[in-house]
């Protein structure tokens, strides 16, 4: 028998759900573990790095990395595995966009050390001890990898392949991936395995979004009662789905949360965050400029809210700090 | 990029436009330098790129270089752009593969460091040149023009603008809301400067339009709904009931003489309440069309159903009374449209200071026309409302004209309103006339001589903005008087002149409902309330909605002549569009990806110009080209980047922006 194929995992930046959606798989499991060869997944198997830097470089298959980049050993291992791989695959909204993590890209390194290691309520920290890329303990040499300045995404270190969107990407998806993949038959380099048109347009509260939007009020979701058939838009909610490539299957929306943009833009859109500011601006009902600001109160934080997971591959990537 | 559109060979051209650039922009170095960008085959300066060795020169490098894109950075494209767009399709390329840019209005003007100027003209260069790459061939569309005319509003000049449409051959529609055409020059006795009487000189035009084969007249009409684009307007008109019929009223009167009642006691609409008028009535003796009207509100069949309706017995014969006329809709088509809504004349209870309203006394100019006019409520004796004739009457101007708190602009008209008034009174009266003034303004063929005559008839001028209006005497003298008290800015004294009538010129304005109809018919207005015209020089009539036009005083304040002169301009337009017979389409629309429409709705009610609509069968939007102005507005909008726009695609854009940004 012919050696499987092989493919390998793994994660920088993130929180570890996308590694569970890997799990969610449940039965199909099996299935692609039947077909392939996992030849490197720290998260469930012991591998370490030097098995990767002994195989042949393009000796995988496919490789699917997680998480944004924030750190020099993030970094190296981006570059490694792209080495070793035939293709590799941005694997979440994180590795795809640079994720919740890249919100950070809102503040300077310095600004986020300080806060994390000094004056967050929870730090006791007199000495105002920093993580140090070297240090000399007891006379051995300590190292740590160094933390970056920015959070990026994959694609901003490495040259990706595919992309598989979501927070986590939905095991259908990943499903389809792995046999597209093994089919052979490869769409163009680049693309991002998901449907290329906007959650609207499979969303089940279609129907109700009016023609003529009025926004009077934004509503948070967590002190609304919100109605369960009734489009978000249209109750003042803010609902990503316009702006937001769809194939999640409106899990958000059926669940009674609105969409949050985790699936990204379309291929036709450069920044997710401007298009649905400019889509939700003109709706805004209020013509006085002191009533359009007390309608934008009710949207506390614009960043996190249309940037969630795409703040690292906007048009502005990052807050200028200095 | 090159693999779609083939291989790219650009031509950029730099003009000099005499000194207006090359004196400011070292326009050699800009073609050097444009030379050397990718895709730059020839590069080239000249004097007058617009003049024909200049647009023989790119045909010949097309021709000679198989250029197959071509840049020009001279003036503005509002100027040039379709001069060089012909240019190279005469020489045989898509027009739309030209790019312009503009390094006149946006450079050498307004810059004098010529090292700077010269390197911004290069970023624009280079932007145009990384733009014009992704440049497709388009196809300008022709839409039909229906050769009918819709005129609104039959003042001068809706009147005008539709006899000439009409002379043409052309049918034409015109709309009056008020029971009679005529506008306010109808309320007029003479006019300034000729002193003509205004009555002889406008109602047979009147009649005019009423007899004109191609002229379908509706008065007491209004539009209430305007759908479709040029060539195709299609208009739904409200044609109020004036429970007469007006096929078979002969205009005999007998009806109004027959009315119950026997004395005239409502407010007479068109002598501004200067006399009173009956239930059933009519305008004036010449109103067009001559057919009386009745008013619901003082009519007792209208509000009650129970009067011995003496005016239906003495129609008998005629039957042309019907009280139970409902209101009833038309819908026509046409072409182009010829808005001539007017003006309203300003309140000066928004000048309290002058007292109108509170002393019976001041009037203003429009009233006096009514007063001094033959036919008027006091045929034509001009009195105080208390029966008095006047020994001193004060005419004050710029009532709610060019003044911060009213209104900015200069009304035109009021200074010789007022000069026509003075000479008026002074004949009727041979009263004292003074003239309060800021600037006397009299513009205009005939204008400064009238002005003379009437300084030599012995009114008196003084220059200055009066304080206020009051009857409160200072002395004996000036017991029962109105007194202006006017600092004299001549004579630098500060007077109390005593006065038996007050006259205020009071200004021009948009009329009341001018928003509604400049939404209606989705034309711009300008920051004072008139309708916005293409261009203030150059194209003073046609709106930035083709096939509208705009004449007379809804554009801004004029006189009768300019009036009449902008309706024969808007009349013209109109017929050369019907005589043409299509309209060609700018091809920069925006078009609906259908497949990657999500169907959100986002876009629908952005158009300013109604031209995306949602296909509920299939779930999601289309821009119908026709309507579309390439505003740009959904296609920035679409938060799933579904809807494009010709020549101005997401790569033409972004690239243009690199190539600007790219200092060299
Ligand atoms: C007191 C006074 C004296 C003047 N004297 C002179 C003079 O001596 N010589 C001179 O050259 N100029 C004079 N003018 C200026 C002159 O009145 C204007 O230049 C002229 O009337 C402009 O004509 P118009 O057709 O544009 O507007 P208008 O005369 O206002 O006519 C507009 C018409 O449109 C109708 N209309 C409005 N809205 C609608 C609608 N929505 N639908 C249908 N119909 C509508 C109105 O009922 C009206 O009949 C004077 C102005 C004033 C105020
Ligand atoms: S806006 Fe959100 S809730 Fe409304 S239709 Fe689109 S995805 Fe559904
Ligand atoms: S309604 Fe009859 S009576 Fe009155 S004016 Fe017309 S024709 Fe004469
Ligand atoms: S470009 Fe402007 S005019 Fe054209 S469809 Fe879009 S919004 Fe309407
Ligand atoms: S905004 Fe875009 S996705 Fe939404 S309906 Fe319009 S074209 Fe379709």
């Known amino acids: 028998m012919p050696d499987k194929p092989k493919v390998a995992f793994y994660w920088c930046a993130s ?8 799990v969610d798989l449940a039965e199909d499991i099996l299935e692609v573990a039947q077909a392939v060869d996992i030849v490197f997944w720290p998260v469930a198997l012991d591998f370490k790095r030097k098995d990767v830097e002994a195989m042949p470089d393009g000796s995988i298959l496919a490789t699917m990395v997680n998480g944004s980049i924030r750190t020099s050993e993030q970094e190296e291992m981006a570059h490694l595995l792209r080495r070793k791989s035939q293709i590799l695959i941005a694997y979440g909204s994180c590795a795809h966009m640079g994720g919740v993590p890249s919100l950070a890209n809102q503040f300077s390194r310095e600004q986020i050390l300080r806060y994390v290691y000094e004056e967050a309520p929870t730090v006791v920290n007199e000495q105002k001890v920093r993580p140090q890329p070297r240090h000399q303990y007891d006379g051995t040499a300590l190292t740590l990898p160094e933390f970056r300045g920015l959070a990026r995404s994959l694609d901003q270190v490495v040259e990706v392949d595919y992309y598989l969107p979501g927070c986590p990407p939905t095991p259908k998806l990943l499903k389809q991936a792995v046999l597209t993949l093994l089919s052979g038959e490869l769409p163009p380099r680049g693309t991002v395995l998901a449907p290329d048109v906007a959650l609207c347009d499979q969303c089940p509260r279609k129907e109700t979004k009016p023609t003529d939007l009025q926004i009077s009020e934004f509503k948070r979701p967590h002190w609304t009662q919100i109605d369960p058939e009734k ?20 899990q958000c929306i059926q669940g009674n949360m609105p969409c949050t943009g985790c699936f990204g833009p379309t291929s036709r859109v450069r920044d997710q965050g401007a298009k649905i500011l400019s889509a939700l601006a003109s709706p805004i009902s209020a013509r006085e400029p002191e009533e359009i600001e007390k309608i934008l109160s009710g949207i506390p934080d614009p960043v996190g809210t249309f940037y969630r997971y795409s703040l690292a591959k906007s048009l502005l990537r990052a807050k200028v700090t200095r | 990029m090159s693999e779609r559109n083939g291989e790219v060979r650009i031509g950029v051209y730099i003009c000099h436009c005499g000194v207006n650039i090359a004196a400011t922009v070292d326009v050699r170095a800009v073609a050097e330098y444009a030379a050397t960008l990718p895709g730059v085959v020839v590069a080239r300066d000249y004097k007058y790129m617009c003049s024909d060795p200049g647009q023989e020169m790119i045909q010949q490098d097309i021709r000679d270089h198989q250029l197959n894109r071509v840049v020009v950075a001279a003036c503005s494209p509002s100027l040039h752009e379709r001069t060089f767009r012909n240019a190279v399709e005469r020489a045989g390329l898509n027009p739309f593969f030209f790019q312009m840019v503009n390094i006149r209005e946006h450079d050498s ?28 061939p388009l196809e300008r569309r022709r839409v039909p023009v229906n050769p009918d005319v819709l005129v609104v509003g039959g003042g001068i000049a809706g009147i005008h603008a539709a006899l ?13 809301r008020e029971p009679t055409i005529g506008g306010h020059m109808a309320q007029f006795d003479k006019t300034f400067p000729t002193l003509d009487c205004a009555a002889c000189i406008l109602t047979p035009k009147m009649s005019a339009v009423k007899e ?10 209004e539009v209430v709904s305007v759908d479709g684009s040029v060539g195709d307007y299609r208009v739904v008109v409200k044609r109020k009931p004036r429970y007469v019929r007006e096929d078979l009223c002969v205009g005999c009167l007998q009806c109004i003489e027959a009315c119950v009642f026997k ?10 309440g200067l006399s009173k008028r009956k239930p059933i009535y009519i305008p004036f003796p010449q109103a067009t069309p001559k057919v009386v009207v009745i008013d619901p509100e003082a009519c007792i069949q209208l509000r009650t159903g129970k009067c011995k309706k003496a005016c239906l017995e003495a129609c008998a014969e005629r039957g042309a009374i019907d009280f139970e006329q409902k209101e009833t809709y038309e819908e026509i088509h046409v072409g182009s449209i010829i808005i001539a809504t007017g003006f309203q004349t300003f309140d000066p209870r928004r000048m309290p200071q002058y007292g109108y309203g509170k002393y019976p006394n001041v009037y203003t100019t429009l009233e006096v026309e009514r007063l001094v006019n033959a036919s008027g409520p006091t045929g034509g004796q001009v009195v105080t409302r208390d029966g008095r004739v006047p020994e001193s009457v004060g005419i004050i101007l710029c009532v709610g004209s060019r003044d911060e708190r009213t209104n900015r602009w200069c009304s035109r008209v009021c200074c010789m309103t007022s000069l026509k008034l003075a000479h008026l009174i002074k004949e009727h009266t041979g009263a004292e006339v003074f003239i309060f003034y800021i600037d006397m303004r009299a513009a205009g063929k005939g204008y400064e001589e009238f002005y003379q005559r009437v300084l030599n008839e012995g009114v008196h001028f003084v220059r200055g903005r009066v304080a206020e209006i009051t009857d409160w005497a200072m002395d004996p003298s000036e017991e029962g008087k109105l007194i202006a008290r006017v600092e004299d800015t001549n004579t630098g004294f ?8 007050v006259v205020l010129a009071v200004g021009l304005e948009p009329q009341f409902d001018a928003l509604n109809v400049q939404r209606l018919f989705g034309i711009g207005c300008s920051m004072d309330g008139f309708f916005l015209e293409r261009h203030p020089k150059l194209a003073p009539s046609p709106t930035y909605t083709d096939g509208i036009f705009i004449a007379g005083v809804c554009q801004g304040p004029k006189d009768i002549p300019d009036s009449v002169m902008q309706a024969g301009y808007a009349a013209a337009e109109a017929i050369a569009l019907a005589d043409t017979g299509f309209f060609e389409l700018e091809p920069n629309t925006a078009y609906i990806i259908a497949e990657e429409c999500s169907g959100c709705k986002t876009c629908i009610p952005l158009c300013p110009y ?11 939007a289309f821009v119908n080209e026709v309507l579309c102005k390439g505003c740009g507005t959904c296609v920035a909008a679409c938060p799933s980047g579904s809807i494009k726009q010709n020549l101005f695609e997401d790569e033409e854009i972004f690239s243009e922006i690199e190539g600007v940004l790219a200092y060299a």
Not at chain 2, 166 to 171: C, D, H, I, L, Y
Not at chain 2, 263 to 272: C, R, S
Not at chain 2, 494 to 501: F, H, K, N
């Open chain 2, 109 to 136: 003007w307004v810059h004098s460091d010529r090292e700077a100027a010269t390197e911004k003209a290069k970023d624009l260069v280079r932007a145009a040149v990384m733009r014009v790459y992704f440049h497709k």
């Open chain 2, 610 to 620: 109604q031209a995306i609509t949602f296909n509920e069968e299939k779930k999601k």
């Open chain 2, 494 to 501: 500060v007077r109390r002149i005593p006065l038996d009538m």
């Open chain 1, 15 to 22: 929180c570890g759900g996308c590694e569970e959606s890997i």
């Open chain 1, 231 to 250: 489009c978000f838009l249209a109750q003042g909610v803010v609902c990503m789905g316009p702006a937001t490539r769809s194939g999640c299957e409106a």
């Open chain 2, 263 to 272: 004395e005239a006691k409502f407010d007479d609409e068109f002598n501004l």
């Open chain 2, 164 to 176: 000439t449409v009409a002379n043409s051959g052309k049918r034409v529609y015109l709309v009056e």
């Open chain 2, 212 to 221: 004109h084969p191609n002229i379908t007249l509706w008065t007491y009409s």
